[in-house]
């Protein structure tokens, strides 16, 4: 059916009517619903007005108030694959419905239940509040929005531009802006692949976009789709974060590219600012293809290491404290990349981080000192005097490593085991306790029990993988107590190769070649 109603009241005057002017003062719809529908082959089941042609006389009809409520309107057109369904709450509704060109007016409140065009689903589930003014020309089968308002959550937003229709496709040329929003209402106009990983976001402050969508909508084609939108002096967080960003300033684009889609969308972020607990961070972001995205990230910041915490925790980190500078570091590349050993030298990254007065509990042991400097060339890092210490352990890492997106990637991946790549590394310290070491990272407890058994091996290879220089004053590990060691050692496939290692062990002077 097209129409229904549990309620339908009309309010007009006799006179009018046998004079042929068809004016009705009031008409309520209540409890019921029009379902616009357009078959597969272009059939549909609704005409407005149908003029007889035996009678040439001007018929009018005007409507000066059409009042709906608790009513559904469904326009299903499956020729042009696209769905609307919302109902109004309670809506008034006016225009002249007999010329070729006519106005109708529209306010209330409306619950919008989905927008469906094509392959993407974009209003869905929202509150929406309407003040607009549609053009109609049924000849032209256009439809002109006036400078009007529509109200999200409480926001405003003004809808302008046109909607056409021809045979087989929906032109569209359309515009809708916003100002002072709160980034609920933004999200809630995106596609639903969009809103879903961004469900959860608030925020306080100045949000604004400006979206334009021009060209032809249909089952094979998707109109172009740009938009700038930004935010000012805002508040963002969400439920699952401990901390919100603070005073952001954020100004950005966005466009679908040259093939109108997700694949060949780019989202740019030129300008982006704010603070996390009084640490400022600045930077910009650059986001290809939305389906295997490719990001390009530029970051200053100064960071507490406090703020990590969800992340450090799944390496048995509980507890932590200082300072991460974030100094001009750049990160290009596909984050599915970093994870996969064949692709990691498609990673390209530079710039440094700078840990200062860094502590904290792994596993209920403390690292009294974590600080040092990290740079950052494309897959590869540099560690400058990185000194850990620990309440039995003080040592200095210097060193070059290849892989350590990837390998960072991988740490607990128990059925891909990727090491870290050790070009050169040299480990200075005045007092190192292997035996201690050991509590901080338990995993080590079962190479160790490895070597031991009789049918074990040593496997550290799965974690190390290089030649590593060494300069000990005193040595502990298991029952070796050694003093003054100097040397190389190089991990490979399972053992460990000494390399020209000398120092006091087994009371005396002892330089050893050969594999463990």
């Known amino acids: 059916n097209f129409l229904e109603a549990e309620k339908l009241m009309l309010f007009f005057n006799i006179t009018d009517l046998i004079n042929k002017n068809y004016t009705i003062n009031k008409l309520k719809l209540k409890n019921g619903f029009a379902h616009f529908n357009i078959s597969q082959s272009n059939a549909i089941n609704y005409h407005f007005w149908k003029s007889s042609k035996s009678d040439s006389s001007n018929v009018e009809l005007l409507i000066n108030q059409a009042q709906l409520n608790d009513f559904s309107i469904i326009y299903d057109n499956r020729y042009k694959e696209q769905y609307y369904s919302a109902t109004i709450d309670q809506g008034l509704i ?20 989905i927008i469906h065009s094509g392959q993407q689903t974009y209003i869905e589930e929202q509150q929406v509040e309407l003040d607009l003014i549609l053009s109609v020309d049924i000849e032209k089968k256009k439809y002109t929005f006036g400078k009007r308002q529509v109200k999200i959550h409480d926001d405003e937003f003004i809808l302008t531009g046109n909607v056409q229709e021809d045979e087989k496709a929906t032109l569209l040329s359309l515009k809708i802006e916003g100002n002072d929003l709160n980034i609920a209402s933004i999200i809630g106009l995106l596609p639903e692949n969009f809103r879903q990983k961004m469900k959860g976001y608030r925020s306080e402050g100045n949000a604004f976009i400006s979206i334009q969508i021009d060209g032809r909508s249909s ?4 109109p172009e789709v740009t938009a700038t939108y930004g935010l000012n002096e805002a508040k963002i967080y969400h439920p699952n974060f401990n901390r919100s960003l603070d005073q952001v300033l954020l100004k950005g684009t966005y466009s679908n590219g040259d093939k109108k889609s997700l694949s060949s969308s780019i989202i740019n972020i030129n300008q982006l600012s704010g603070n996390v607990a009084g640490n400022e961070f600045n930077g910009l972001l650059n986001i290809k293809n939305l389906v295997d995205p490719e990001i390009d990230l530029d970051i200053d910041a100064t960071i507490s290491t406090n703020e990590f915490s969800t992340y450090l925790a799944q390496f048995g980190i509980t507890t932590s404290s200082g300072t991460l500078n974030i100094n001009e570091f750049h990160f290009s590349g596909k984050p599915k990349n970093i994870g996969d050993i064949k692709d990691f030298n498609n990673i390209s990254s530079s710039g440094i981080i700078n840990l200062s007065n860094v502590q904290f509990t792994v596993n209920d042991q403390l690292v009294e000192s974590f ?12 560690t400058e005097e990185f000194i850990i210490k620990t309440p039995q352990n003080e040592f200095v890492l210097n060193g070059e490593f290849s892989n350590f997106f990837t390998s960072l990637a991988n740490i607990n991946n128990k059925t891909k085991n990727i090491p870290l790549n050790i070009d050169q590394a040299k480990i200075t310290s005045n007092n190192l306790n292997i035996n201690s070491l050991q509590d901080f990272v338990p995993q080590t407890r079962e190479l160790v029990d490895s070597i031991n058994s009789k049918n074990g091996y040593f496997n550290i290879s799965k974690f190390l993988k290089g030649p590593i220089q060494l300069d000990i004053t005193e040595f502990q590990w298991n029952d070796i107590d050694a003093q003054n060691i100097l040397g190389a050692i190089e991990i490979d496939k399972n053992k460990i190769s000494l390399i020209n290692l000398s120092g006091d062990i087994f009371n005396g002077k002892t330089t050893l070649d050969g594999e463990i």
């Open 94 to 113: 006016s225009g002249r419905f007999d010329k070729q060109q006519f106005d109708i007016k529209s306010n209330g409140d409306v619950f919008a239940e």
């Open 219 to 222: 089952k094979n084609e998707t």
């Open 371 to 382: 600080n040092g400097t990290i740079s950052f060339n494309n897959a590869k890092i540099e």
